[in-house]
DNA sequence: CCACGGATTTAGACTACGTCCAAATATCGG
DNA sequence: CCGATATTTGGACGTAGTCTAAATCCGTGG
């Protein structure tokens, strides 16, 4: 990705209702143009050499408020972070957004198609994570 | 669900080429059974009230054991483990097995049906993760 | 029954990641 | 420039997970 110079970044923030510090701009620098999928920590450490004394505190809170303004998106992958399943056969996953409770959903439930025609991959596993809200759950 | 008694666990253990100790039986009896998807902190600490000198450590190895003998899935779906995607359209995802690695998967190249067809659930978002390993990779 | 050796468990040190807060600093409107 | 507000900071703190060397358990053969 063409690295975006500072004033497109600034003008990116500022659509999305984000005042433009110093600190925002260098982290949006690499969040923003990255292909990883980086951790919290990760976007510290690749913010570190460029703007030595942005504090941890500034990079977890930035990053959830561009989060909350639409620029990012959280997502639950991060290796290291499992919760074990004693149903070992296939099957798709619902999580609530309240609770974070995480509930079976059949393999035949949902349908998924195409999975064979991936390139240059061989897949052990694959299943759909459906996020949401439990429905007529008491106010 | 039924609780199985020890002796059936026994024999499944035994059946995975799992001796049967005491702390095993007693992690076995807790998350073989559960309709949860607890992390190994969890499982410790539901295993504690029924056995309180079990480890830290002896969890936490049990749990990788069963996993490798097939009695265990292990999911990357924990709340609280967060990466950040800059591509905030909807799209699906790719995890490498062997470095971890999440590549972004165009939300056209799979297909996935009858989502609006779960029954109680408001959806919000769903993707499928598709885990295994890259093709040609150099040994 | 006992001794041996491998399997299993243990406590606790250690690391990494994330949260939180009160104080310091930067920025903005007037 | 001033005061108000927004932002950042460092560091204390909590928690989850890893690692290790020593202790214990347990099946086996003598
Ligand atoms: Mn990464
Ligand atoms: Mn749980
Ligand atoms: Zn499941
Ligand atoms: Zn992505």
Redesign the interface.
């Known amino acids: 990705m063409a690295a975006p110079n500072d004033n497109d970044l600034i003008a990116r923030l500022e659509q999305h209702d984000i005042r433009a510090s110093a600190q925002r701009v260098a982290i949006a620098r690499y ?10 920590d ?2 510290w450490k690749a913010v570190t050499p460029d703007f030595p004394m942005v504090s941890r505190a500034t990079v977890y809170n930035t ?1 959830q408020l ?2 909350e303004k ?19 056969e296939p099957h798709h ?3 609530d ?1 309240e609770t ?3 509930e079976d ?1 059949p393999w035949t ?7 064979d ?2 390139e ?17 759950r008491r106010r």
Do not use: N, W
């Open positions: 969040v923003l143009a990255t292909e990883d999928h980086p951790s919290a990760e976007v990053l561009f989060t639409g620029l990012l998106r959280q997502l639950v992958l991060a290796e290291g972070c499992i919760v074990y399943d004693p149903k070992v996953h619902f999580v957004d974070g409770a995480i959903i439930a949902l349908r998924v198609g195409k999975v025609e991936l240059g991959v061989d897949v052990r596993d694959y299943m759909v994570v459906v996020r949401g809200r439990r429905k007529g």
